[in-house]
T-cell receptor, first 107, second 111 residues
Framework: DAKTTQPPSMDCAEGRAANLPCNHS???????VYWYRQIHSQGPQYIIH???NNETNEMASLIITEDRKSSTLILPHATLRDTAVYYC????????FGAGTILRVKS | DVKVTQSSRYLVKRTGEKVFLECVQD?????MFWYRQDPGLGLRLIYF???????EKGDIPEGYSVSREKKERFSLILESASTNQTSMYLC??????????FGEGSWLTVV
């Protein structure tokens, strides 16, 4: 069973920031938070991961709350190509994928 | 960049056929995985391997076997394909920080 909770869908205007929330209230002290996305008919693509500190890379930023029970993935300037299913996961090498959030970026 | 290559993107096989799905990675990663993805069920782990000639069952190993004769290659085998094995199959490898890198997927239809 998936250990994280995400909204089933979200809409975002092109060029605006997309903020995708995730609850992971059962996360343990040494478990990372991972974000992946999957565009239709392709394999999931790694986006970013973090433990306690906020992280940023060329794709996105990850904000983790101080209690580590939730996080937010931020796509700073969403484009139409960011339309995908976004998965938030916790844990090690046996990652469990839930249903994810369908992000629709609209022009 | 990590490259995980699945040799077949689309296959159609008959019930009872033996099916091989091949996966090759170019990053010298030790850990490799096979998942299947079905609508409403998400990704489910079939088998994984921590090293050459080593394999571990995942959550749904029934009807499948695997082979890892070389570090870079991890094969999924359907000994006798059945219609309920129609699915998208994803191979993955594990990099640093437990980050998983996926291939493009293999769409298998069993008729």
């Amino acid at each position: 069973d998936a250990k994280t909770t995400q909204p089933p869908s979200m809409d975002c205007a092109e060029g605006r920031a997309a903020n995708l929330p995730c609850n992971h209230s059962t996360i343990s002290g040494n478990e990372y938070v991972y974000w992946y996305r999957q565009i239709h008919s392709q394999g999931p693509q790694y986006i970013i991961h973090g433990l306690k500190n906020n992280e940023t890379n060329e794709m996105a930023s990850l904000i983790i709350t101080e209690d580590r029970k939730s996080s937010t993935l931020i796509l700073p300037h969403a484009t139409l190509r960011d339309t995908a299913v976004y998965y938030c996961l916790q844990g090690g090498n046996k990652l469990v994928f839930g249903a994810g959030t369908i992000l629709r970026v609209k022009s | 960049d990590v490259k995980v290559t699945q040799s077949s993107r689309y296959l159609v096989k008959r019930t009872g056929e033996k099916v091989f799905l091949e996966c090759v990675q170019d990053m010298d990663h030790e850990n490799m995985f096979w998942y299947r993805q079905d609508p409403g069920l998400g990704l489910r782990l079939i088998y994984f391997s921590y090293d050459v000639k080593m394999k571990e069952k995942g959550d749904i190993p029934e009807g499948y076997s695997v082979s890892r004769e070389k570090k870079e290659r991890f094969s999924l085998i359907l000994e006798s394909a059945s219609t309920n094995q129609t699915s998208m199959y994803l191979c993955a490898t594990e990099g640093s920080g437990n980050t998983i890198y996926f291939g493009e997927g293999s769409w298998l239809t069993v008729v």
